[in-house]
């Protein structure tokens, strides 16, 4: 099953996980309240654009083919133009806009082109969806791992995709539930018996553009703390429990924050957290 499949169904994943961490609130007005979202932020669509070359270019590379970086361009320009032309929804972040996201984009995919190691890992799947349960969540956790390769030992290599504003700290990466998640995933879908490497591939939207490859592990230790942390999720969702942290890092770019205004600032109680 695709994941845009898995997603008709109730479900969890590691980014609704973390969001409902970071503000349940937010956590609420997108996925179980559904509120239109007051605007998309070009970072997401410009994200979901390079995704889809890269994801493009690894489909060819699973049968033999090396996409020559002019194509990769190509194949970005049009991917662009048919995700944000004519849109007026995007809200551009300093002085981007439709244009120089155009340009920019090419320069960070030369960047990751041209720093792509050439690596000899056999290539298992691209956008492999998943979805299994965890105990104490009824629903399914799901999810999509960009990347899945091989090397010559038979250690799995789980890669996922990024457009990011900086470079991460090691701790990041270390800790970053997403890959964990990950891990939980390849071992619940046939690699339990198998190393697994963690992998993202950042392409870093800095003044010069850049490309970064970090690795990581993830112990059963880490895993458990997941586990247990996705269980305290469900509980606090299924008893309604959903809390504004109107002071995150989430505040400032966020596309419900005129609801979520409305609601700290209304005089009413309205059951929000209460429902
Ligand atoms: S503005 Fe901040 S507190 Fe309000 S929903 Fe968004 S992230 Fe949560």
């Known amino acids: 099953m695709v994941l845009s499949e898995l997603r008709q169904q109730p ?5 609704s996980i973390g969001e409902y961490v970071e503000c349940s609130l937010l956590f609420k007005f997108g996925r179980i309240d559904r509120l239109p979202m007051e605007f998309k932020s070009d970072a997401l669509e410009f994200g979901t654009c390079i995704h889809r070359v890269l994801e493009q270019f690894y489909s060819a590379r699973m049968i033999g083919e090396k996409i020559l970086l002019k194509y990769v361009h190509e194949i970005f320009e049009s991917t ?23 340009m920019y984009g090419k320069d960070l995919l030369t960047a990751w082109y041209n720093k792509l190691p050439d690596d000899q890992f056999t290539i298992l799947a691209i956008e492999e969806a998943f979805s299994f349960t965890l105990p104490g969540v009824p629903i399914p956790i799901i999810g999509a791992m960009d990347l899945i390769e091989e090397d010559s030992t038979g250690t799995i290599i789980i890669t996922d ?8 700290s090691k701790d990041e990466v270390d800790q970053n539930q997403q890959l964990t998640m990950y891990q939980i995933a390849a071992k619940r879908n046939g690699y339990d018996d198998r190393e697994i ?12 553009p850049k490309f970064e490859q970090y690795w990581t592990t993830r112990s059963e230790l880490d895993e458990r703390r997941l586990i247990k942390i996705a269980a305290q999720v469900w509980d606090g969702i299924s008893k309604g429990v959903f809390v504004a942290n109107d002071t995150s890092w989430k505040c400032k770019g966020c596309a419900y924050k005129q609801a979520c205004d409305e609601y700290l600032e209304g005089e009413e109680y309205d059951q929000a957290s209460n429902q």
């Open 11 to 15: 479900h969890l994943s590691a980014s």
């Open 80 to 102: 662009w133009t048919a995700i944000a032309a004519d849109r007026d929804d995007i809200r551009y972040s300093n002085d981007n806009d439709f244009k120089s996201l155009l």
């Open 161 to 168: 995709f990024k457009t990011s504003g900086r470079a991460y």
């Open 197 to 208: 490497l963690l992998r993202f591939d950042t392409l870093v939207k800095t003044k010069t």
